[in-house]
């Protein structure tokens, strides 16, 4: 009674208290599974020569399966997919049905196992060290047009390049610098915009930039963690001359014009692109 007053009756659905529950679970549950499964293609992609974007254009045109949820990023974040698939871990474990939860463990432990790809694929490129090295991060928030921080892929990858030693500059449009020192448990400090040494810092430091232009100066690499669109117009010609030599873009966003960047000399890395970029070659 109290639904009816603003939702349309045959638009409410009535079931028993626990068919409620379940169904909020696995909605969640589902849509999660979705973006694991996409992301873990993405890295097969990349070992096999695919393109994740023409496998997902591909799958997505079943009508069985649809295409949304198909878009490969850098793992799924947010207050309910984590907690609901672990709320549906905890009722498969109490009612002693192991096989299903470690099915559903799995969504979650492959989501944590992608952000930690990501990190050291970063690692690889730029020669196996970050010490000392300046990393521009876009992106905090698990998505854009929000400043939800909740179990965002940036705070995992961004601690692991910490670990190792970088020296992020991290930018959001919504994000406060409170919210990430609070995210990633360590305090911001100043971090020189000229030329660092590796042997400046023992370990690694960050701090948020508010002015996206003050972001590239001699930084080594970029990464695009929140799909922003401030973020795919980008002019990178220009800000690729105040970038270090060999300086990298990862896309795990796939938002970026590779071709643009390959035009400013910048070496290019997209998720789940296993053909990779060389000018001219990119379209055949």
């Known amino acids: 009674q109290i ?25 969640n549950a589902f849509l999660a599974q979705r973006i694991s499964s996409i992301n873990s293609i993405s890295a097969l992609c990349e070992e096999t020569g695919a393109d994740i974007r023409e496998v997902s254009r591909a799958i997505g045109s079943d009508s069985r399966i649809g295409s949304k949820f198909l878009d490969s990023g850098p793992g799924f974040g947010g207050s309910c997919f984590k907690k609901d698939i672990l709320n549906l871990v905890y009722l498969a474990e109490y009612f002693r049905l192991n096989e299903v939860a470690a099915f559903w463990n799995e969504v979650v432990k492959i989501n944590t196992w992608h952000q930690s790809r990501i990190s050291k694929l970063i690692i690889k490129k730029l ?24 179990e965002s892929a940036a705070i995992q990858i961004c601690k692991d390049l910490l670990a190792e030693g970088a020296q992020l500059l991290i930018h959001d449009p919504k994000v406060t610098i409170k919210q990430i020192e609070s995210d990633l448990g360590c305090a911001p400090k100043v971090i020189n915009t000229k030329q660092m040494d590796q042997n400046d810092y023992s370990e690694g430091v960050w701090n948020k930039v508010e002015n996206i232009e003050n972001l590239f100066i001699n930084t080594d690499a970029v990464i695009i963690l929140t799909e922003w669109e401030e973020y795919s117009k980008i002019d990178w010609e220009n800000q690729s001359k105040k970038m270090n030599q060999l300086a990298w873009i990862f896309d795990s966003r796939s938002i970026v014009n590779p071709q643009d960047v390959i035009n400013a000399g910048l070496n290019f890395w997209r998720l789940g692109d296993g053909g990779g970029y060389r000018g001219e070659k990119m379209h055949q």
């Open 127 to 150: 020669f196996g060290t970050l010490s000392g090295k300046k990393i521009t991060v876009l992106g905090f928030a698990f998505k854009s047009n929000t400043n939800d921080t909740r």
């Open 3 to 27: 639904y009816e007053k603003w939702v349309p009756i045959q638009k409410i659905l009535r079931t028993n208290i626990w068919s409620s529950e379940l169904a909020k679970l696995t909605a």
